[in-house]
């Protein structure tokens, strides 16, 4: 049974930071991208960011570059988004989520994931 589970969020002051965790279970990250989304209330869900099974390449929304970093821990099975100078508008409810290939979609597109995680909730407010 494959599992991905989120861990890591919370409120944090505007400027702070954060670490989220996707716990993975049932498939083994060297064979399945990972990639983080977010929908925040009443919005649509988008990209955050991707990191390939083949040779770890990181993908990033235009809005996160330079602030976000995702990475990987194989020997965990776990994939990690660490989030810095975070701002309100990044208040969003957080999924992992794996397709059916080794490799990110450039447009971090979310239609052919395979499996998700139920999400955690990040809130930057002051």
């Known amino acids: 049974q494959v599992q991905l589970v989120e861990s890591g969020g919370g409120l944090v002051q505007p400027g702070g930071s954060l670490r989220l965790s996707c716990a993975v279970s049932?498939?083994?990250?060297?064979?399945?991208?990972i990639g983080w989304f977010r929908q925040a209330p009443g919005k649509e869900r988008e990209g955050v960011s991707c990191i390939s099974s083949s040779d770890g390449s990181t993908y990033y929304a235009d809005s996160m570059k330079g602030r976000f970093t995702i990475s990987r821990d194989t020997a965990k099975n776990t994939v990690y988004l660490q989030m810095n100078s975070l701002k309100p508008e990044d208040t969003a409810v957080y999924y992992c989520?794996?397709?059916?290939?080794?490799?990110?979609?450039?447009?971090?597109?979310?239609?052919?994931?395979?499996?998700w995680g139920k999400g955690t909730l990040v809130t930057v407010s002051s």
């Open positions: 989520a794996a397709p059916y290939r080794t490799w990110c979609h450039p447009d971090l597109v979310d239609y052919d994931m395979a499996y």
């Open positions: 049932g498939l083994t990250l060297g064979y399945y991208a």
